[in-house]
Nanobody, 115 residues
Framework: QVQLVESGGGLVQPGGSLRLSCIAS????????AGWYRQAPGKQRELVAV???????NYAASVRGRFTISRDNAENTVYLQMNNLKPEDTAVYYC?????????WGQGTQVTVSS
């Protein structure tokens, strides 16, 4: 069974940093478009950042310049480095891996930005 397991969420003050990790089992992330979405209370799930098989990267405008996505093929893991966090970044962050009709999701990790 394919699993995506996220870690690294938590509570951080505005301006702080967190690094999210997502390790995959049963699939090789380098063959997938992999990355991160988030969902805040009362809002729809939205794209944060994804990296394609040719290492093309797409960021949401709201995080560009603050967040960095990366993929470690040896560790079969995708990371999201989040700097200069803002209260509006508060959400559950979900890891995703997509290939054709296959679309896998992790269970989500909570990120809360508050003073």
């Amino acid at each position: 069974q394919v699993q995506l397991v996220e870690s690294g969420g938590g509570l951080v003050q505005p301006g702080g940093s967190l690094r999210l990790s997502c390790i995959a089992s049963k699939i090789l992330l380098r063959f997938y478009t992999a990355g991160w979405y988030r969902q805040a209370p009362g809002k729809q799930r939205e794209l944060v950042a994804v990296v394609g098989t040719a290492d093309s990267i797409n960021y949401a405008a709201s995080v560009r310049g603050r967040f960095t996505i990366s993929r470690d093929n040896a560790e079969n893991t995708v990371y999201l480095q989040m700097n200069n966090l803002k209260p509006e970044d508060t959400a559950v962050y979900y890891c995703t891996a997509q290939l054709g009709g296959a679309n896998y999701w992790g269970q989500g990790t909570q990120v809360t930005v508050s003073s």
